[in-house]
């Protein structure tokens, strides 16, 4: 579809997305993030801007260029992804979670580089879970009266249609989107497992523009109108 021509279905709205990996430091040089490169969430920026929407992306740490029209927020960490989210969740109209958000962070960060201390032992690290921001936005008073609508994504391993239907009613989001797999993160193309509350249905393989094109369509369907 050439953006000139694509009909403008998501005209008025307007749309936040969380996209890449999260990076929680350990020290100043050493951190924990992951394999997600962006991609998906950063084509279906392109697609809702090219749909006529208002686009805030807000990004963990990745390697691409920004989508035409749209305004970008840069982060690090999840609790860096949650500030921008919650400072930009007010106006917005549809919310769509692709980051890979971290689940842990280290409890206490170093100032300093850590050093090996010549025991042959490794440093003990505590974990604390990072904030769900999905959930949080999911369960805010805009989005529970429907003036808010939430997409959530999830990238398992196995069983994904029992994980996503799982995912959906616990982040309660009415509609939970599935990479189906093997392991798609860096790719260009994907397959995607739409699941809501009328059951699932499946976008097949395509690369990741046309998809984020077709889940655009989807999502305002569904939009209450
Ligand atoms: N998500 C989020 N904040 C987190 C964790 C996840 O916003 N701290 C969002 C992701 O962006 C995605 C959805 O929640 O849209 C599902 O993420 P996923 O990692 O699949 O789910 P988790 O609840 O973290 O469960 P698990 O990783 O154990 O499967
Ligand atoms: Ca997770």
Redesign the pocket.
């Known amino acids: 579809v050439i953006a000139f021509f694509a009909p403008k279905v998501l005209a008025g709205q307007k749309v936040l997305i969380?996209a890449g990996p999260?990076f929680e430091a350990i020290d100043p040089v050493r951190g924990i993030t992951n394999l997600s490169s962006g991609k998906m969430g950063f084509a279906i920026a392109r697609a809702a801007r090219e749909a006529g929407a208002d686009v805030t992306l807000v990004a963990g740490p990745v390697h691409l260029p920004t989508p035409r029209g749209v305004r970008r927020l840069d982060v690090k960490s999840?609790q860096n992804?949650?500030e921008a989210?919650e400072g930009q969740a007010q106006g917005a109209t549809l919310f769509?979670?692709?980051?890979?958000?971290?689940?842990w962070r280290v409890a206490s960060q170093s100032t300093e580089k850590i050093k090996k201390d010549g025991s042959g032992q490794p440093p003990a690290l505590n974990f604390v879970?990072?904030?769900?921001?999905?959930?949080?936005?999911a369960q805010s008073p805009r989005a529970q009266s429907g003036a808010l609508y939430c997409?959530?994504?999830?990238?398992?391993s196995h069983d994904l249609l029992a994980?996503a239907t799982a995912?959906r009613l616990?982040?309660g989001?009415p509609l939970?989107?599935g990479n189906i797999g093997p392991a798609t993160f860096g790719q260009d193309d994907n397959a995607l497992l739409l699941v809501d509350e009328q059951g699932h249905r499946e976008l097949p393989h395509a690369s990741k523009r046309a998809l984020a094109q077709q889940l655009v369509a989807e999502i305002a369907r569904r939009l209450p109108r």
């Open positions: 969380t999260t999840a992804m949650l989210v769509i979670a692709t980051a890979a958000v971290a689940d879970e990072n904030p769900d921001i999905l959930a949080r936005v997409v959530g994504f999830a990238a398992e994980h995912k616990r982040k989001v939970l989107v």
